[in-house]
């Protein structure tokens, strides 16, 4: 079982919809990555928290809006989404976003805009 | 500009064969991780190599950082069909991680 936890594990949305997903973990890390995985492809970053604070944000569209309520939560909302935004959307931790410390993944959410 | 380059991109097996992973760029990294993706679930980290030159062995996979910490391979011995999987290498730049371009291996029983 990995330790970062996300729900829900599949989502599908309608492009009008407004949907949320959640990340958590309890490891004490301080960083919290959000990635869009298409299939057979690398994670790509999207965001990344430091400490609570938005310190990456890759160029990623207004649509996407993630949040991070505390050190151990990270959500991503999620409005008018386009049906090219389908995709795997992994969250990650790390213990703190220097020093090479190694990503911890969740399971993913399964995304489908239809 | 995608920065570290995967070869293969796919490789399909028999169990028993051994394989080579490539990861290249014309970048030196202060260190670079491998990964290995299951279907279904989020990357787990292999291995990380820091020192130009490092080999690092885990059961049947071996890594090794190339001397001038441009490069690594992954080998493994043996395949199985266990094995089956996304692996991914990764370099540290500006305090945040970047993946290669993947390599799916599939492991036919």
């Known amino acids: 079982d990995t330790e970062v936890t996300q729900t829900p594990k599949h989502l599908v949305m309608g492009m009008t919809n407004k949907k949320s997903l959640k990340c958590e973990q309890h490891m004490g890390h301080r960083a919290m990555y959000w990635y869009k995985q298409k299939a057979k492809k690398p994670p790509e970053l999207m965001f990344v928290?430091?400490?609570?604070?938005?310190?990456i944000n890759e160029s990623v569209p207004s649509r996407f809006s993630p949040e991070c309520p505390n050190s151990s939560l990270l959500n991503l909302h999620l409005h008018a989404l386009q049906p090219e935004d389908s995709a795997l959307y992994l969250c990650a931790s790390s213990l703190d976003r220097g020093l090479g410390s190694p990503l911890h993944f969740g399971n993913g959410t399964r995304l489908t805009v239809t | 500009t995608q920065l570290l380059e995967q070869s293969p991109q796919f490789l399909s097996i028999q169990e028993g064969e051994n394989l080579t992973v490539y990861c290249n760029s014309s970048?030196?990294?202060?260190?670079l991780q491998w990964y290995r993706q299951e279907p279904g679930e989020g990357p787990v980290l292999l291995v990380t190599?820091?020192?130009?030159?490092e080999v690092k062995k885990l059961k049947r996979l071996t890594f090794q950082f190339g001397d001038a910490r441009k490069d690594s391979s992954l080998h493994i011995t043996a395949a199985q069909p266990g094995d089956t999987g996304l692996y991914l290498c990764?370099?540290?730049?500006?305090?945040?991680?970047?993946f290669g371009t993947g390599t799916s291996l599939t492991v036919i029983p």
């Open positions: 190599v820091v020192t130009g030159g």
């Open positions: 928290y430091s400490y609570e604070k938005l310190s």
């Open positions: 970048s030196v990294f202060s260190s």
């Open positions: 990764a370099f540290l730049t500006g305090n945040q991680f970047y």
